[in-house]
Structure formats: structure tokens, C-alpha cells
Antibody
Framework: EVQLLESGGGLVQPGGSLKLSCAASGFTFSINAMGWVRQAPGKGLEWVSG????????FYADSVKGRFTISRDNSRNTLYLEMSSLRADDTAVYYCAKEWKDISGTTVGFDYWGQGTLVTVSS | QSALTQPASVSGSPGQSITISCTGT?????????VSWYQQHPGKSPKFIIY???KRPSGVSNHFSGSKSGNTASLTISGLQAEDEADYYCCSYAGRRHWLFGGGTKLTVL
């Protein structure tokens, strides 16, 4: 059974930093691209960042570029999101999600999601 | 890039069919056949229910169906059931390995 378990959320002051983790199990983590998607309280989903299976290629939404860093440790089956210069509008539940590829190798969506971890940016 | 546009809410009675639209631009939905849909019950994580506009992942009920025309994608739920009451989100590839979600649609089963 595929499981994604996020941790590391909490209350942080504006301008502060936080590092989220996502422990993966039930599938071969090292051959799957992964991503982070967030959801502000009462709002919709927003794609935040993605990373290739090897970890060598990363992508960021314009809203977090330069402030967030995605990484992974395939030996530990763990995905990370390091967040700095946090702002109030970064307050959200952060989900890690597994990218699902079709037979041509094209990502077509996110087939498994974790339960999310809440990040609150407030003084 | 702005979020994809979805109606804030739709409703229907049990057994009826409803359609949720998702409007993008020629840079996202109109350029790629990579629209996916997600169902999210309150307090739960999103569930993957449609990909490539109209395909269902294994295990997803066939009363969910999807389509795309131009810059607009649609999700149809036929034979509405009480358990279909949830929020629904569309998502489209937007180039440069970026993804756009819609604002979400709250489905109420009357």
C-alpha cells in the first residue's frame, strides 16, 4: 500500500524558515517524480514544486521560487521542502504527492497524496 | 499564471447528472492533453479520478467521466450519489513542468 507521511509543519514567524519531510513507502520511491501541493485554509489547491526521480531536476511555482528548495534522499525514501523567508500567504496545508506517468513517461497527474502538514506563518 | 476557472458550486439530486467546467487558456488546457481531476472530501486528501482529460485510473467509478474542448475541460458525474458530495479540482499542465489547479467546485447532493 502506497503511503506518504508528511511532517515538520508548525507555527513560524514571518521571515522564518521551516523544513518539511515526506516519508514514502509502498512503492519504488527512487524511480518516481514527486511534488508538493499546498492548500491555504478554506482555499483551493496550488502546485508548489516538483522534483525528478533522481533529484537532479527541480521546478518551482513563481510564488515560491527563490525561497523554497525541494530535495529528496532516495536512500531514505524521503522528500523534503525547505522553506525560508516565509510570509503569511504561505500559510497552508502542504501535501506531498507522487507524480503518475503514462506509458510514454509523461506525467499525467498526481496519483497518491499524503495527509498533509499544516504550516502557519504568524507573529 | 492564474488559476484555472471553475464554478464555485454546483448541485444536483441523487440519480441526476452534473457537469463541472474548468476554463483555462491556450497556454495550458488548450495546449496540452494533460488535464486531471481530483475529488476532495472535507478534511481529507485529494483523490485522483481523471487523467488526460477523460481517462479513469484503475478503481475509479465509471460514473465519473471527463472531456475537453479547446481551452475548457469538463467533469461529468452521472447517477449522483450522496458520497459524491465533495470539492472537485481540475489541474492542467502549463509548460515548463508547472501545473495549474482550478479554484475548486463544491458539489452539493440535494
Amino acid at each position: 500500500e502506497v503511503q506518504l507521511l508528511e511532517s515538520g509543519g508548525g507555527l513560524v514567524q514571518p521571515g522564518g524558515s521551516l523544513k518539511l519531510s515526506c516519508a514514502a513507502s509502498g512503492f519504488t520511491f527512487s524511480i518516481n517524480a514527486m511534488g508538493w501541493v499546498r492548500q491555504a485554509p478554506g482555499k483551493g489547491l496550488e502546485w508548489v514544486s516538483g522534483i525528478s526521480d533522481s533529484g537532479t531536476i527541480t521546478f518551482y511555482a513563481d510564488s515560491v521560487k527563490g525561497r523554497f528548495t525541494i530535495s529528496r534522499d532516495n536512500s531514505r525514501n524521503t522528500l523534503y521542502l525547505e522553506m525560508s523567508s516565509l510570509r503569511a500567504d504561505d500559510t497552508a496545508v502542504y501535501y506531498c504527492a507522487k507524480e503518475w506517468k503514462d506509458i510514454s513517461g509523461t506525467t499525467v497527474g498526481f496519483d497518491y497524496w499524503g495527509q498533509g502538514t499544516l504550516v502557519t506563518v504568524s507573529s | 499564471q492564474s488559476a484555472l476557472t471553475q464554478p464555485a458550486s454546483v448541485s444536483g439530486s441523487p440519480g441526476q447528472s452534473i457537469t463541472i467546467s474548468c476554463t483555462g487558456t491556450s497556454s495550458d488546457i488548450g495546449s496540452y492533453n494533460l488535464v486531471s481531476w481530483y475529488q476532495q472530501h472535507p478534511g481529507k486528501s485529494p483523490k485522483f479520478i481523471i487523467y488526460e482529460g477523460s481517462k479513469r485510473p484503475s478503481g475509479v467509478s465509471n460514473h465519473f467521466s471527463g472531456s475537453k474542448s479547446g481551452n475548457t475541460a469538463s467533469l461529468t458525474i452521472s447517477g449522483l450519489q450522496a458520497e459524491d458530495e465533495a470539492d472537485y479540482y481540475c489541474c492542467s499542465y502549463a509548460g515548463r513542468r508547472h501545473w495549474l489547479f482550478g479554484g475548486g467546485t463544491k458539489l452539493t447532493v440535494l
